[in-house]
């Protein structure tokens, strides 16, 4: 099983020492992949810059514009209440949608089965026109469209597992039908969209399967939820490749939400897409990070993800299970079913 990881140590570049979105968090994970003796056991590659024409391709001229325009700044620059960018971040903003495009490539060109983009800033906030909660360019979307107009895919379905709600994803695709887009997701909870009834519009309608969660959901809930919707969205739709937006913000640990998944949970989540990509997509799967910013549950959690691509039967666990039980969500499940035709 040959899995192809993509990261670079020019994400640094893109810093703010004090904020939840800083370089600590992808330096925790290569440390853990190195401990772990896992980075020997892929194929490493570093990023590229992505080309402009293909960030146009989901992001208005004006707003990419706005963003090289930082790179002119004296200081760092708030482009809204959560979101910083220095003088370095437009360009390592356009290497992670670039290394996510590399993830994709080397799946659909058969250089490996699988694929992970360990980027960072995230992208899935990053709306066709501004950015949002500590995203710049929405590299998950970017490199549907890579798939989309250098390999000729047709449908592609993207999963996010992120405790935030993408909304920008969600915004680039809503009139889509090629794309559907999944999200599970902390309802309430910032961006404050995400709701069940956000379906997709004209063409797109029906392809935008949101599932709303109460805090405190954890692995039982979210199990659930995957085997009941999730799963069932991904089989009717026959994907010919699978992008999973993947944040760590979801665990119990995590300073930003409320929601009581172990890392034990997350493993089985991640394991069960990637049985679904071998039966419906020829195991064709890229993983692309997101949010987590406990760096004990990100670093260990991303560890687990290359663990299950390379069929390893182990997973760590060092925080352990959830100090609650998972709340019930099998009449919100239902709910779902029902309102998307699954039943």
């Given at each position: 099983?040959?899995?192809?990881?993509i990261t670079d140590e020019r994400f640094d570049q893109h810093d703010m020492p004090g904020h939840p979105e800083h370089a600590g968090r992808l330096q925790a994970i290569r440390q853990q992949l190195v401990a772990d003796g896992l980075l020997a056991r892929?194929?490493?590659e570093k990023g590229q810059p992505v080309n402009l024409d293909l960030v146009h391709s989901v992001h208005v001229p004006e707003y990419v514009a706005q963003l090289e325009r930082t790179r002119h700044a004296n200081s760092t620059q708030w482009l809204d209440a959560d979101t910083y960018a220095t003088p370095r971040s437009f360009e390592t903003a356009l290497l992670a949608a670039g290394a996510a495009t590399i993830a994709v490539d080397g799946v659909l060109r058969g250089r490996a089965d699988q694929a992970i983009a360990l980027v960072r800033p995230p992208g899935h906030h990053a709306t066709r026109a501004r950015a949002m909660g500590f995203c710049l360019i929405n590299n998950v979307a970017v490199a549907a469209r890579f798939a989309?107009?250098?390999?000729?895919v047709e449908r592609i379905a993207i999963v996010d597992y992120d405790v935030h709600h993408g909304n920008g994803t969600q915004d680039i695709f809503y009139e889509d039908p090629s794309v559907l887009y999944i999200s599970t997701h902390q309802s309430p909870l910032y961006p404050g969209t995400g709701s069940l009834y956000e379906m997709g519009r004209a063409a797109g309608e029906g392809y935008t399967l949101n599932i709303p969660l109460p805090p405190g959901v954890g692995d039982e809930g979210y199990e659930q939820v995957f085997e009941r919707v999730v799963l069932p969205a991904l089989q009717r739709f026959?994907?010919?490749l699978i992008l999973a937006s993947?944040?760590?913000?979801a665990h119990w640990a995590d300073p930003l939400a409320n929601?009581?998944?172990?890392?034990?949970g997350y493993h089985r989540l991640c394991q069960r897409l990637i049985e679904g990509a071998r039966a419906w997509c020829k195991g064709h799967i890229v993983f692309v990070m997101e949010g987590g910013y406990h760096l004990e549950v990100l670093s260990h959690g991303w560890a687990n993800i290359v663990r299950a691509m390379l069929g390893d039967a182990v997973f760590s666990d060092p925080l352990g299970s959830a100090p609650t039980p998972s709340r019930d969500v099998s009449r919100l499940v239902e709910q779902?079913?029902?309102?998307?035709?699954?039943?």
């Open positions: 099983m040959t899995v192809l990881l892929t194929l490493t989309q107009q250098t390999h000729r026959a994907p010919e993947v944040g760590f913000d929601m009581t998944l172990s890392l034990q779902v079913r029902h309102t998307h035709g699954l039943l």
